[in-house]
């Protein structure tokens, strides 16, 4: 079979032509022939290319959009659609600032803090004093949000007017003893943690934007206790399960289904404490025991990065530099990768005997029993829940 670069030749018979008549052979009907054939062809090769590119957008469309059914940690967050995961990545990006951090890589605070929340045991204002508060977070405006464990209520201040809170909601809504706040400032909802009668721990939900401040439940876990709870950038929700020594994720956006994220298969874990989500690396930090463990979602493995001696660390914060911040008995430590496993104390002093002599301190260079810390990623500030204290302490970065 003869290829389309092949040359065909016509013969001519040339018997009936006399000898006085002039021969002219046509040479330009093979150029017309090839010049068709050519067109033909690329015209097929044209038409053949545009095919295969509709097959295959196609098919790309399709496995984008086709809904992934599998239980697996990575694959469980390709169920949120592409652009809601595009703007909360982009999101969490502009609101930490950490691709371009502007916080010193060895913060200096000032060790005399100011009250933030909250007013001195000595008062006589018994709507605003608070007892035990566990947990401390900001919205975007900078407003203060306190877990006002021991009252049963959640309490938000303005910025400096640390001694006038308004309770957002309390025990007459069905709240009992709430810690581990939690603001996702795009839809500028709080999620915190709770229990019910029974023992068994919930995360609810408060819409902040709504004109009736109602909670919702959005999980009821197991019967256990628990003291850390976080999100993640797909709103997926992990919580300790202190009893259980093993840390579980409910998974966004229903909440009816969860996955073991880390167990006690290896001794690793026992009673599990606070924990702390870093979404750029994909890292769970938990407080366990006297140490703080780091958690590869990734790698499904664990390694050891802080050691606490003889205390337990409570709340835990994350900076753009990689800076662990730590609340442990009567201090705030800084663990690095310039300082060593026990960490720096950087707020509060370490006492060499008992504890109980900061338990009615004015001073807001002591702490008895600091819990949960927030660190403003967009100035370095931090608060510190003092649950022994009973307020809520900020201190700033030297200048």
Known sequence: MPSFCDTRYTSYSTDHISDNDHIIVDSRQPNRNWSRRSIFIYAICIIFIIILTIITTSLIIIFKRKPINSTSLNDQNLLLNENKIILNISNFVKQNNSFSCQLPKNPDYNKNGIVAAGVFATSTDE????????????????????????????????????????????????????????????????????????????????????????????????????????????????????????????????????????????????????????????????????????????????????????????????DCHGNLYISQDTTIKLISNRTSIHGLDIIGYSHPGDASIYSKSTSTADFYNPEGIYLDKTNGDLYVADSGLNRIHKYAIKN
């Open 127 to 318: 709507l605003n004093k608070l007892h035990g508060p566990t947990s401390v977070y900001l919205d975007h405006e900078r407003n203060i949000y306190v877990a006002d464990t021991m009252n049963h209520r959640i309490r938000k201040y303005s910025p400096g007017n640390s001694d006038e809170g308004l309770t957002l909601i309390d025990e007459t809504s069905n709240v009992n003893y709430p810690h581990c706040l939690f603001i996702d400032h795009e839809s500028n909802h709080l999620y915190f943690l709770d229990q019910n009668s029974q023992g068994y721990y919930r995360v609810q939900l408060l819409k902040l934007n709504s004109n009736l401040l109602k909670s919702t439940i959005l999980v009821v876990g197991n019967q256990t206790r628990s003291y850390g709870m976080t999100l993640d950038q797909y709103l997926n929700i992990y919580v300790t399960e202190y009893n259980h020594h093993r840390i579980i994720k409910w998974l966004s956006p229903d909440y009816e289904q969860y996955v073991i994220v880390v167990e006690n298969n290896s001794n690793e874990l026992s009673y599990p404490r606070s924990i702390y989500f870093d979404q750029i690396a994909n890292n769970l930090y938990i407080a366990n025991k006297n140490r703080i463990h780091r958690w590869s979602v990734n790698l499904n493995k664990s390694e050891i990065v802080m050691q606490g001696g003889s205390f337990y660390p409570n709340g835990i914060e994350y």
